[in-house]
Each structure stands twice: as structure tokens, then as C-alpha cells.
């Protein structure tokens, strides 16, 4: 098929809720991606970060061939092993909690949201997010999302969210009540512009919660995995969260989600309670002990601390060149470079030269590369960047 009759297709026969740029991607490695009609693209943005350790990286397709041929699907009512041993892996490596597997971010945070409530029962069931945050798109995920524009014209939406200003301790403290069950928060706004959580702030909302036994959430769906240059983001705050959610890069492409929760409150969450068919399904679980193997063997950890540092250097030297450049913020391959005008324009331009990035809030170009990602891939986008910017 050529890529006009892809595009009619979809104009035909799927839902036109996305804006989709005109690339039909055929196949893609590394950080790389091939189109339809035969161009290449540098993909700074793989997969809105799904793609973490890049595309099609074998030690993930093994694992999924390997455990497509065995068998595919286990349902919860039984035992399969690769869920165990993943669970295994996610607890050692990050709070010794135990794990709920699902299919997504929106998913992980809705199982964080009930387990929350069904620990707050029967008197707290508030959570308390920030604005600017992104949560998912079911209705408690847009209720707990801290951005008007996601929540327009789904009124009414589930009670018992609140979003207030991010790093404000006084505001927080303020807004805790008792019916408060939990506080919920991304170290890294994403979608809200690569805003970074101070550390301060986030030791205070540690500190409140153990307080009033409130619970701690951290949303690691897009800065989980790696990419900050730990596993998970709050490794670099020197606190422990009680939950955790991740998806995205968990899977290395394969679509799972997990939320990670402390021992001592796992097991609010009895029989009965909540339940995924898809959760822990094998392929998902091998995807993702693939990506776990290749951030170890591969020392994938230490590549994102380099390369990220390298690229946020090159990032502000642009900005000590060009007036427009306002801010680049940002942890390991999680950055953002915010400009006055025009962030749309050189978006597209970078698109139209083969570099593929994201512009989220209007103003910031939002870059993370796979954490493969080479020296030679961040100079050849760095070239785009610029003369993008340029251009602007
Ligand atoms: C921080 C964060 N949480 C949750 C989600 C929702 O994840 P999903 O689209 O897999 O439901 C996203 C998606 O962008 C996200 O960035």
C-alpha cells in the first residue's frame, strides 16, 4: 500500500480524535523510522515515549517471539511465570512494594486512585494533583488532570479531585483537608511543558503525608524506565513514593501499564476489588523484561546521564545564540526548550527536514530521544534544531 491509500483509509474508517502529521511510518530501528514513500526520520519523540530504548531492540523482539510461540495470554485466575518474574524485577528495583499490571498509564492510574480510596475508607477518597499535570484520558484521569482544556465538555466529572499550583508548599498545605486520601504528582510534567518538581517540595509532600497518613503518588508513566537517567524518577529525590505508575517505555513497545505499591498498603486491594483481563499478559511481561535486560547489560543508564548532558549543553549553548529561547529544563533524555514565538513553526519545520520532536503547551519543544541514542544522531539534531530556530 502507498502511504495516500493508508491516509484514506484512516479519513474512511477511523475516528478522527488525533492530529496526525502526514508520515506513514512503515517500519523503524533504533532512532530511526522509515516512511511509506521511502524517507528516513531521526525520532526524538519515539512513540511519545514509549519507544525508550529505541525501536525494535532485539532484546525486546526475542523475548516477544520467544514468548509469542509459547503462549499468549494467561488469565488472572491462574499463575504464569513472567508476570512473577517481572513483578520480581520492578519490586528489587525500586521500594520493594508489590505490583498490579494493566494496559496503560490511564489504567495504572486508576488502580492508584481506588487503591488510594479503598485505603482512605470510609473517610478520605480526595487526591490532590497539580496543575499542569497530565494523568490519561478515562474520566478520573481527566478529573485528576490539572489542565481545563483536557476536561471541557466531559462535565460532570468523577468527584474528589483537586488541582492546585505546582511547587507551592503553603497552597498544598492549605488545600489537605481530612478528606484528603492521597497526593499525586509527576517529578517531570510532560505534557505540561517539562516542568521539573523541586526537591524541597517534593520532601514536604513526603513529609505531610506521613504526617496525616495520606498516601504519595508518584505518575512515572512517561519519566519511569530510565529516562531521567535513573530507573525512576524519584530516585533522584532521595524520598520513597507509596505508589508508583508506569507505562509507556515498560514495555518496549508492547502496550502494559503497572502500578507499584508499598507493601504495607498492597494489600488493601483484596479479591474482588479491581481486575484487568489483560493485565500481566505474557508477551506484554516478556516486552518488558526485554527492556529491563537491555537498561542492565547495556548499561543504558549511564548512556542517557551522558547523552542527555551532552544534548541539554548543546540545548542552552542554542539558547546563549538565539534571544527567542526563553528556558531549557529538564533530567537526562526528559527535555524541553521553551520558546517566546513560534514553537509550532519550528516543529514543523524540524518534521519537514526529518527530525521528529513534539511542541506540548504551545511554547515548548519537548525532546527525548530513545536512551540508545549516539553522539552522532544529537549533532545531526542539533543542525535541524538550529536552523529551525533560526528560521523562527
Ligand atoms: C504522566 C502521564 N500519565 C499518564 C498518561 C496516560 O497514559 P496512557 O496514554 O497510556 O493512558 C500519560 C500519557 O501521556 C502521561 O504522560
Same mark, same amino acid.
Given at each position: 500500500?502507498?502511504? =495516500?491509500?493508508?491516509?484514506?483509509?484512516?479519513?474512511?474508517?477511523?475516528?478522527? =480524535?488525533?492530529?496526525?502529521?502526514? %508520515?506513514?511510518?512503515?517500519?523503524?530501528?533504533?532512532?530511526?523510522?522509515?516512511?511509506?514513500?521511502?524517507?528516513?526520520?531521526?525520532?526524538?519523540?519515539?512513540?511519545?515515549?514509549? &519507544?525508550?530504548?529505541?525501536?525494535? *531492540?532485539?532484546?525486546?523482539?526475542?523475548?516477544?517471539?520467544?514468548?509469542?510461540?509459547?503462549?499468549?495470554?494467561?488469565?488472572?485466575?491462574?499463575?504464569?511465570?513472567?508476570?512473577?518474574? %517481572?513483578?520480581?524485577?520492578? &519490586? %528489587?528495583? &525500586?521500594?520493594?512494594?508489590?505490583?498490579?499490571?494493566?494496559?496503560?498509564?490511564?489504567?495504572?492510574?486508576?488502580?492508584?486512585?481506588? #487503591?488510594?480510596?479503598?485505603?482512605?475508607?470510609?473517610?478520605?477518597?480526595?487526591?490532590?494533583?497539580?496543575? $499542569?499535570? @497530565?494523568?490519561?484520558?478515562? /474520566?478520573?484521569?481527566?478529573?485528576?488532570?490539572?489542565?481545563?482544556?483536557?476536561?471541557? +465538555?466531559?462535565?460532570?466529572?468523577?468527584?474528589?479531585?483537586?488541582?492546585?499550583?505546582?511547587?507551592?508548599?503553603?497552597? /498544598?498545605?492549605?488545600?489537605?483537608?481530612?478528606?484528603?486520601?492521597?497526593?499525586?504528582?509527576?517529578?517531570?510534567?510532560?505534557?505540561?511543558?517539562?516542568?521539573?518538581?523541586?526537591?524541597?517540595?517534593?520532601?514536604?509532600?513526603?513529609?505531610?503525608?506521613? !504526617?496525616?497518613?495520606?498516601? @504519595?503518588?508518584?505518575?512515572?508513566?512517561?519519566?519511569?524506565?530510565?529516562?531521567? +537517567?535513573?530507573?525512576?524518577?524519584?530516585? *533522584?529525590?532521595?524520598?520513597?513514593?507509596?505508589?508508583?505508575? /508506569?507505562?509507556? &517505555?515498560?514495555?518496549?513497545?508492547?502496550?502494559? $501499564?503497572?502500578?507499584?505499591?508499598?507493601?504495607?498498603?498492597?494489600?488493601? #486491594?483484596?479479591?474482588?476489588? *479491581?481486575?484487568?483481563?489483560? $493485565? +500481566? =499478559?505474557?508477551?506484554?511481561?516478556?516486552?518488558? #523484561?526485554?527492556?529491563?535486560?537491555?537498561?542492565?547489560?547495556?548499561?543504558?543508564?549511564?548512556?542517557?546521564?551522558?547523552?542527555?548532558? %551532552?544534548?541539554? =549543553?548543546?540545548?542552552?549553548?542554542?539558547?546563549?545564540?538565539?534571544?527567542?529561547?526563553?528556558?531549557?529544563?529538564?533530567?537526562?533524555?526528559?527535555?524541553?526548550? !521553551?520558546?517566546?514565538?513560534?514553537?509550532?513553526?519550528?516543529?514543523?519545520?524540524? @518534521?519537514?527536514? $526529518?527530525? #521528529?520532536?513534539?511542541?506540548?503547551?504551545?511554547?515548548? /519543544?519537548?525532546?527525548?530521544?530513545?536512551?540508545?541514542?549516539?553522539?552522532?544522531?544529537?549533532?545531526?539534531?542539533? !543542525?535541524?534544531?538550529? !536552523?529551525?530556530?533560526?528560521?523562527?
Amino acid at each position: 500500500m502507498n502511504a =495516500n491509500q493508508v491516509m484514506d483509509l484512516y479519513n474512511e474508517y477511523v475516528m478522527a =480524535n488525533y492530529t496526525r502529521k502526514k %508520515l506513514v511510518i512503515k517500519k523503524a530501528k533504533g532512532s530511526w523510522v522509515y516512511s511509506a514513500d521511502g524517507k528516513k526520520y531521526l525520532d526524538f519523540f519515539p512513540g511519545w515515549a514509549v &519507544s525508550g530504548i529505541g525501536y525494535c *531492540h532485539q532484546r525486546v523482539v526475542k523475548a516477544v517471539q520467544r514468548q509469542a510461540a509459547k503462549i499468549m495470554h494467561v488469565s488472572n485466575n491462574y499463575y504464569n511465570e513472567v508476570q512473577g518474574q %517481572l513483578a520480581q524485577k520492578l &519490586s %528489587l528495583n &525500586s521500594f520493594g512494594g508489590k505490583v498490579f499490571f494493566c494496559n496503560s498509564g490511564a489504567e495504572a492510574n486508576e488502580g492508584a486512585f481506588k #487503591l488510594a480510596r479503598a485505603y482512605g475508607n470510609p473517610k478520605r477518597y480526595e487526591v490532590i494533583t497539580m496543575q $499542569g499535570s @497530565f494523568h490519561g484520558r478515562t /474520566l478520573a484521569c481527566t478529573a485528576a488532570t490539572g489542565q481545563d482544556k483536557c476536561k471541557l +465538555g466531559f462535565e460532570p466529572l468523577p468527584e474528589g479531585f483537586k488541582s492546585i499550583p505546582f511547587n507551592d508548599k503553603n497552597v /498544598l498545605k492549605e488545600a489537605v483537608s481530612d478528606k484528603t486520601a492521597a497526593i499525586m504528582i509527576e517529578l517531570i510534567q510532560g505534557e505540561g511543558g517539562i516542568k521539573v518538581a523541586e526537591s524541597n517540595y517534593v520532601r514536604f509532600i513526603r513529609e505531610l503525608c506521613d !504526617e496525616k497518613n495520606m498516601l @504519595f503518588i508518584v505518575d512515572e508513566v512517561q519519566t519511569g524506565m530510565g529516562r531521567t +537517567g535513573k530507573l525512576f524518577a524519584y530516585q *533522584h529525590y532521595g524520598i520513597e513514593p507509596d505508589i508508583i505508575t /508506569l507505562a509507556k &517505555s515498560l514495555g518496549g513497545g508492547m502496550p502494559i $501499564g503497572a502500578m507499584i505499591a508499598q507493601k504495607k498498603i498492597a494489600g488493601t #486491594l483484596r479479591p474482588g476489588m *479491581h481486575a484487568s483481563t489483560f $493485565g +500481566g =499478559n505474557p508477551i506484554a511481561c516478556a516486552g518488558a #523484561l526485554g527492556v529491563l535486560e537491555a537498561i542492565e547489560k547495556e548499561q543504558l543508564l549511564k548512556n542517557t546521564v551522558q547523552m542527555g548532558t %551532552l544534548l541539554k =549543553n548543546e540545548m542552552i549553548k542554542l539558547k546563549g545564540k538565539y534571544p527567542i529561547i526563553k528556558q531549557v529544563r529538564g533530567i537526562g533524555l526528559m527535555l524541553g526548550m !521553551e520558546i517566546i514565538v513560534n514553537a509550532p513553526k519550528a516543529y514543523d519545520y524540524c @518534521f519537514a527536514k $526529518g527530525l #521528529l520532536i513534539n511542541c506540548t503547551q504551545g511554547n515548548t /519543544l519537548r525532546i527525548m530521544p530513545s536512551m540508545t541514542v549516539t553522539e552522532k544522531e544529537i549533532k545531526i539534531a542539533m !543542525e535541524i534544531l538550529e !536552523e529551525a530556530i533560526s528560521k523562527c
